[in-house]
């Protein structure tokens, strides 16, 4: 439970550090939604079996894909990776924001 907690303050320290750093101080609705989609993708990629499933000697099981974000360690007793899934956040907030700016750029050159 506390592993939960700490998980979700990060993400909330991450995005107020994220929107004080930003420019003016705002955060548009484009970073909004690149922020949820990238949040999202990183819980799916961590909770996705057969993406990012190792097992090591001890029996503890990692899930995470690229870097392990959740470790079930047997019974009820679950843990995350704080570095890992905060890794993951922003890796895919900047594949996302990439994409974007791709297709920005091919939409434009297609209408000239």
């Known amino acids: 439970m506390v592993n939960l907690l700490l998980l979700f303050g990060l993400i909330v320290l991450v995005l107020v ?3 004080l750093l930003s420019p003016k ?3 548009t609705s484009t970073k909004k939604k690149l922020y949820i989609l990238s949040l999202i993708s990183t819980v799916i990629f961590a909770l996705i079996p057969t993406i990012g499933y190792q ?3 001890n029996g503890y099981h ?3 894909f690229p870097a392990e974000g959740f470790v079930y360690r ?3 007793v679950f843990s995350f990776s704080s570095l890992g899934l905060l890794f993951n956040f922003f890796l895919f907030y900047w594949f996302f ?3 974007l700016y791709l297709w920005r750029v091919l939409t434009v050159r297609v209408k000239m």
């Open 74 to 76: 047997g019974g009820l």
């Open 25 to 27: 101080n705002k955060i």
């Open 55 to 57: 097992v090591d000697s």
């Open 62 to 64: 990692y899930f995470g």
């Open 17 to 19: 550090l994220v929107s």
């Open 97 to 99: 924001k990439l994409l």
